[in-house]
């Protein structure tokens, strides 16, 4: 199975730190993607980072990826209690003739203390 | 845009019935996905479509449960007979096209079976 796993499984940090969450996988992918879970609610996607790119930002999210280790970190500076979520790693992976599988891990959960 | 459209968004039902979910995609996408969450096993992509049609449904569970797209705005999963295990959070998600990744998530159906 190529199931991204996070790590940690819960984290919780004060508002202004910032967070640090790792995703490991186990097979080659095409792409990974962070996705944003609130309490009760769907997924939301936060960053997608393809397979020959190394790092990646978005606002106060920075991604990266090591492909020879089968790994991504996802950065969240400058925490607010707003960040408070289910963080989830996906990997992507076609493998022909339309066949597609997004894959997701158990997720990591964040708790920002005001 | 209304986003991903589920419905209903809580179901109460007794094992041995017939449970029907429904979602309607974003207006343009070509990719549906449905997805189940549990505690225990986190978030399973059950089938997809392209293009209204059937592509991959080797993560439905059982032959109780199936999916249909009649047409490009509609998806259902239906689970006949339901069985007090199948109770889950259900989410449907679309995308432009399989090859764009980024899915778009519905708020999810809450399916519990007595």
């Known amino acids: 199975s190529q199931q991204g796993e996070e790590d940690p499984q819960a984290l919780s940090i004060q508002e202004g730190e910032n967070a640090t969450m790792n995703c490991s996988y186990k097979t080659s992918i095409n792409n990974l993607q962070w996705y944003r879970q609130n309490s009760g609610r769907g997924l939301v996607h936060l960053i997608l980072i393809r397979s020959n790119e190394r790092e990646k930002h978005s606002g106060r999210l920075r991604v990266t990826l090591d492909t020879s280790k089968k790994s991504s970190s996802l950065l969240i500076t400058a925490s607010r209690a707003a960040d408070t979520a289910s963080y989830f790693c996906?990997?992507?992976?076609?493998?022909?003739?339309?066949?597609?599988?997004?894959?997701f891990g158990k997720g990591t959960k964040l708790s920002v203390i005001p | 845009d209304a986003g991903v459209i589920q419905s209903p968004r809580h179901e109460v039902t007794e094992m041995g019935q017939e449970v029907t979910l429904r979602c309607k995609p974003i207006?343009?996408?070509?990719?549906l996905f449905w997805y189940r969450q549990t505690m225990m096993r986190g978030l399973e992509l059950l089938i997809y479509f392209n293009n209204n049609v059937p592509i991959d449904d080797s993560g439905m569970p059982e032959d109780r449960f199936s999916a249909k797209m009649p047409n490009a705005s509609f998806s259902t999963l239906k689970i006949q007979p339901s069985e007090p295990r199948d109770s889950a959070v259900y989410f449907c998600?679309?995308?432009?096209?399989?090859?764009?990744?980024?899915?778009?998530f519905g708020p999810g159906t809450r399916l519990t079976v007595l």
């Open positions: 996906a990997t992507a992976l076609y493998s022909g003739a339309g066949s597609y599988q997004l894959t």
């Open positions: 998600a679309s995308s432009r096209q399989i090859s764009t990744d980024t899915q778009y």
């Open positions: 207006s343009g996408h070509n990719s």
